[in-house]
């Protein structure tokens, strides 16, 4: 079975700084997606950012953007010029490819709590 | 983005007596729901995966019969905690997966049974 672990529970950040969330995963499949989640306080899960294991290109969403190692099974996700807006739980999630009969599942990791000091 | 859309946001029922969660997607057609459960400081954890028309597909050691859900339409899955207790309070969230991107979740619903 696949899992996804977040080896820290908490980070912090100060302002306009960077800051690098750590995520690795297991799994024997070598087509998958993976996806970083962010929970604010109001507890609303919001997709940051997504990166397709097929694509050796790491993804990049603005200020968000990944470090996809696949043959490490590692997946971090780089945040830049951190704002106090970027305070959450962030999630580490593999899913199986659906395209090729895959569950839809997300697995997730136990999370990250970012502090993001002014 | 898709929105998913979970009703009610917040909830206290009495002990024994039953809740129903509501989850639809409002721009989108969802064949697979899924419904987790997340306690405080913890990760999602899942429950089960709605599939419209069908029976959901519930993960080991979630009681079917106490957690029921029925997939009636393409945009609405519901959740009823039946004969509720105070351990099944709990922060309740469902998502729903746009075929055109990927899954999407509802609010929450935070569910205290007193």
């Known amino acids: 079975a696949q899992t996804v672990t977040q080896s820290q529970p908490e980070m912090s950040v100060q302002e306009a700084e960077t800051v690098t969330l750590s995520c690795t995963y297991d799994?024997?499949?070598?087509?998958?997606?993976l996806f970083w989640y962010k929970q604010p306080p109001s507890r609303q899960m919001i997709l940051v950012i997504r990166?397709?294991?097929?694509?050796?290109q790491n993804a990049t969403e603005n200020r968000f953007s990944v470090n996809f190692q696949k043959a490490a099974k590692s997946f971090s996700l780089k945040i830049s010029d951190s704002q106090l807006g970027d305070a959450a739980m962030y999630f580490c999630?593999?899913?199986?490819?659906?395209?090729?009969?895959?569950?839809?599942?997300?697995?997730f990791g136990k999370g990250t709590k970012l502090t993001v000091n002014p | 983005g898709a929105v998913v859309s979970q009703h009610p946001s917040r909830v206290i029922c009495k002990s024994g007596t039953s809740v129903k969660i509501e989850c639809r997607s409002l721009?989108?057609?969802?064949?697979?729901m899924f419904w987790y459960r997340q306690f405080p400081k913890q990760s999602l954890m899942l429950m089960a995966t709605s599939n419209e028309g069908s029976k959901a597909t519930y993960e080991q050691g979630v009681e079917k019969d106490k957690f029921l859900i029925n997939h009636a339409s393409l945009t609405l899955s519901t959740l009823t905690v039946t004969s509720a207790h105070p351990e099944d309070s709990s922060f309740y969230i469902c998502?729903?997966?746009?075929?055109?991107?990927?899954?999407?979740f509802g609010q929450g619903t935070r569910l205290t049974v007193v």
């Open positions: 999630a593999y899913r199986q490819p659906i395209e090729r009969g895959g569950s839809e599942k997300l697995v």
């Open positions: 721009d989108f057609q969802a064949t697979t």
């Open positions: 998502s729903a997966r746009d075929p055109l991107t990927e899954a999407f």
């Open positions: 990166q397709e294991a097929y694509k050796q």
């Open positions: 799994t024997s499949e070598s087509d998958y997606y």
